[in-house]
């Protein structure tokens, strides 16, 4: 069975309003505190638009593009970007990005739960505590 066609037979009706919703939460947690993909957008596809966990992690990477790239503009108008480490940044993630990706994709859905919701405990205690 294809991604698509797993998502037409076991998800929710999103609607536009409720995926707007999501890409609005998105972009002010991205604005804010420089998050939305995976702390936002990933959960909320899976919880209300019944996106499986890799078709959520997979489409919460394409919107991010954009929301970035907006958020990043208006630190940048206020002076707030080191661009030589956001360079360094960049190039480090270009290379983690596609092993992450085929990771992820030989990944079962149980264990990409678990990762990911491990990961995002660990880096609020860190965050918390730091």
């Known amino acids: 069975m294809s991604p698509r066609s797993e998502l037409d037979s076991s998800a929710r009706a999103i609607t536009p309003i409720k995926t707007l919703a999501i890409g609005l ?7 804010l505190l420089g998050v939305g993909g995976g702390i936002v957008i990933v959960p909320l596809l899976v919880l209300l638009a019944g996106f499986t966990q890799k078709m959520a992690h997979a489409t919460s990477l394409a919107a991010v593009i954009p929301i ?9 108008i206020e002076g707030e ?3 030589v480490i956001a ?4 190039a480090g993630a270009l290379v983690g990005a596609p092993l992450g990706a085929r990771w992820m994709s030989n990944m079962s859905e149980g264990n990409l739960k678990i990762v990911f919701g491990s990961i995002l405990a660990l880096m609020g205690a860190f965050l918390v505590w730091s």
């Open 25 to 31: 939460a998105a972009g002010l947690l991205s604005g």
């Open 68 to 76: 970035a790239a907006v958020a990043a503009a208006t630190y940048a």
């Open 81 to 83: 970007v080191n661009f």
């Open 87 to 90: 360079a360094f940044l960049a």
